[in-house]
């Protein structure tokens, strides 16, 4: 039978990363870097995982530095032989290949963690925005919902602003429910004409909503001032209809900073009784993809430089829960572990849904064969 030959070491290294370039998931390259040692020192010699993370993800190109915050996941052996610059490179992949997943993890629709500030509220605390994290439009007997002022003018345009859930999200749709006053004659539907979608970061601490935070209003507004925005979605006209109104952007975005906001553009709803338009809002959703826990983002200035801390730690304690739940790998996966260093069976078994599993053997052994 003839031997199958190494197009690594056959052809050029352009055309071997131009053929590795072609992978599309992180796990892919992990798998490729855990062939054979020749296949590992190709793929970290030529930062083939950072280069794929920055395909995907080019927002992350502003980030300006990355920390690793106490690393231990595995115990540190000696190797005087490495250089400084072949340690950075290792670096740079097992970083890069843990971002990469930890953006493409499982979609989650509650990605609003928090209210800030809305731009007017007609009746606080009864119509805070604090209402809009409420799935439902009823909390037991009470209506839940935000309303804004009353205007005559019915293009004035009003803004909920929220914290995500992480500071590093790549969001893909977004949920809107306007509000039916049940309570009125007709039933009234006060939603707006359209509604836009902006993400930034701030340089300075801002609150969040509170029942008991309304007096610092105006304070937070002059704070939103000093929001950078870095992403503006179209506007999207909505329905003056009573549902969950769904928005998906051309395109997935990558939030750095975790602030979002929701612009209501325009009025359609005036209410009878004091003939003022109104714009009602009972439920807000942000579907996507949060940072893993294992990294946080720290902002440097308005330029959008920002650094980006990562926490090996959490990942192990992230893995340990679990599979302290239950969750085990099977025989195959355990077998093909038992070959490769802690943090790359860490990331394989991340990658694959499996959690991770610290294990001791530094073996160089070629894997070829289970490929």
Request: proline share 5%.
């Amino acid at each position: 039978m003839e031997r199958c030959g190494d197009f690594v070491q056959w052809f050029l290294p352009d055309m071997s990363i131009k053929i590795l370039m072609c992978l599309e998931d992180p796990s892919d390259l992990v798998r490729v870097s855990a062939v054979s040692t020749s296949w590992r020192q190709f793929v970290i010699g030529n930062g083939l995982c950072k280069h794929l993370c920055l395909r995907r993800f080019p927002d992350i190109s502003s980030v300006a530095n990355m920390t690793e915050v106490k690393n231990t996941i595995v115990p540190v052996v000696s190797q005087p032989e490495k250089s400084s610059e072949w340690s950075s490179l290792e670096w740079d992949h097992r970083v890069y290949a843990f971002m990469a997943q930890g953006l493409s993890n499982c979609t989650r629709k509650d990605c609003l963690i928090d209210a800030i500030l809305a731009s007017s509220t007609d009746n606080y605390p009864e119509e805070s925005i604090l209402n809009t994290l409420e799935p439902s439009d009823r909390v037991g007997r009470r209506a839940s919902y935000w309303s804004s002022r009353g205007e005559s003018d019915p293009t004035v345009p009003e803004t909920l602003t929220y914290k995500l859930i992480s500071k590093l999200c790549l969001i893909s749709e977004f949920h809107v429910q306007p509000f039916q006053a049940y309570f009125q004659f007709g039933f009234p539907i006060y939603s707006a004409k359209a509604v836009r979608f902006r993400v930034g970061h701030s340089n300075v601490k801002i609150d969040v909503e509170s029942d008991n935070g309304h007096e610092s209003a105006a304070a937070q507004g002059s704070l939103l001032d000093k929001i950078v925005w870095t992403y503006t979605s179209p506007a999207f006209p909505m329905e003056q209809e009573n549902s969950l109104q769904k928005f998906k952007l051309p395109e997935p975005v990558l939030c750095i900073g975790g602030v979002l906001q929701v612009e209501l553009l325009g009025r359609v709803q005036r209410q009878e009784m004091d003939g003022q338009y109104y714009i009602c809002v009972s439920h807000v959703q942000v579907v996507g993809r949060p940072l893993l826990p294992a990294f946080d983002v720290e902002i440097l200035d308005e330029s959008g430089k920002w650094n980006l801390k990562y926490y090996p730690k959490e990942n192990l304690c992230q893995s340990r829960t679990k599979f302290s739940e239950g969750e085990s790998s099977s025989p195959r996966l355990r077998s093909f572990g038992s070959n490769l260093r802690g943090w790359e069976q860490m990331i394989l078994n991340t990658l694959l849904g499996a959690g991770a599993v610290v294990v001791d053997d530094d073996s160089d052994e070629e894997l070829g064969g289970l490929f």
